[in-house]
């Protein structure tokens, strides 16, 4: 009887855990092995034109001036979008907070809708807003007598322009979480707090930014990931340009793998992606156990 209920639990963990192995073990340990070759789509149909060249595709990596590029630009998009992210996720579920029930419905769908819209429709939208000659941004700034901004024409506008863009389609999920979070607070430490004479910013401050540590850990873990790996905005709108501006690490591996041809180079890229994600997991787990401590 004890060994059947041993087994009970491997039984509901099983089948996720065979599906961990199928998607996320076995292809990093095949990128690994892929990184130490010079293996193209040839190489692919025929193994035998395989060959093993050691550390020279992390080499060559690190001389790669496009690919520091990438890293910077990727550096960029996590240091501005990831803290934007979170603080207009906090903010609009806040405001959704206080409504009344047929706003707050009707404006938690408007905010998610984004989420869940396909990104080259979003990007067609998008890309008329952003032109610089009939977009509507452009067209407000002229009526305002301001000049004309090159949204997508500039390299680092155009990184901005991204950010935006993402930040608008990410808001979506992650105010869903913050929601969840505000309404599990015990209605009881506001009812204290009121009997304490505390003002609504002292309660916002001292029970409910502190009652959000862990929806906030959770969001700033998977946005920071999600960031790292930006694709689809640069992939869509940009392609990486102007002056290879917008190329992020992501969209680097993407045109090594599938447009140059060049499956080991670009492993070796997936993996250096690899350590950076891990590295900054371990960075927020590590920063959010001292704080509990």
């Known amino acids: 009887m004890n060994h059947k209920n041993a087994l009970t639990p491997w039984?509901?963990?099983?089948?996720?855990?065979?599906?961990l192995i199928a998607f996320s073990l076995l292809p990093i340990l095949v990128s690994l092995l892929i990184s130490f070759t010079d293996m193209n789509l040839i190489g692919l149909r025929n193994w035998d034109v395989i060959s093993f060249v050691g550390f020279e595709n992390f080499i060559a990596l690190f001389?790669?001036?496009?690919?520091?590029?990438?890293i910077v630009n990727t550096l960029v998009y996590v240091s501005i979008g990831v803290p934007l992210v979170i603080v207009c996720s906090l903010s609009v579920a806040l405001l959704l907070n206080y409504m009344t029930n047929k706003l707050f419905t009707f404006f938690r769908v408007l905010f998610y809708v984004p989420s869940i819209t396909n990104i080259v429709a979003i990007a067609v939208v998008w890309g008329f807003l952003y032109n610089m000659d009939v977009g509507l941004f452009n067209f407000i700034l002229n009526s305002l007598g301001l000049g004309?901004?090159?949204?997508?024409e500039h390299p680092f506008i155009a990184k901005i322009s991204l950010i935006i863009l993402a930040v608008w389609k990410g808001i979506g999920i992650n105010m869903l979480i913050y929601l969840a979070a505000l309404q599990s607070i015990p209605r009881s430490y506001y009812e204290a707090a009121d009997m304490d004479g505390a003002n609504k910013f002292q309660k916002l401050r001292y029970i409910t930014i502190p009652s959000l540590s862990y929806a906030t850990f959770f969001v700033t873990v998977t946005t920071l990931i999600g960031w790292l790996q930006f694709f689809e905005e640069?992939?869509?709108m940009t392609g990486g340009g102007p002056l290879d501006g917008t190329m992020s690490m992501a969209l680097f591996?993407?045109?090594s793998g599938f447009q140059y041809n060049d499956f080991g180079y670009a492993a070796a890229a997936s993996l250096i992606l690899f350590v950076f994600i891990i590295v900054a997991t371990l960075i927020q787990f590590t920063f959010n156990k001292s704080k509990e401590n």
């Not at 963990?13 to 599906?19: D, N, Q, T």
């Not at 004309?148 to 997508?152: A, E, S």
């Open 11 to 19: 039984l509901f963990i099983g089948p996720a855990v065979l599906l």
């Open 63 to 70: 001389q790669d001036s496009l690919f520091h590029r990438s």
């Open 148 to 152: 004309k901004v090159p949204w997508l």
């Open 234 to 236: 640069p992939f869509v």
């Open 253 to 255: 591996i993407y045109e």
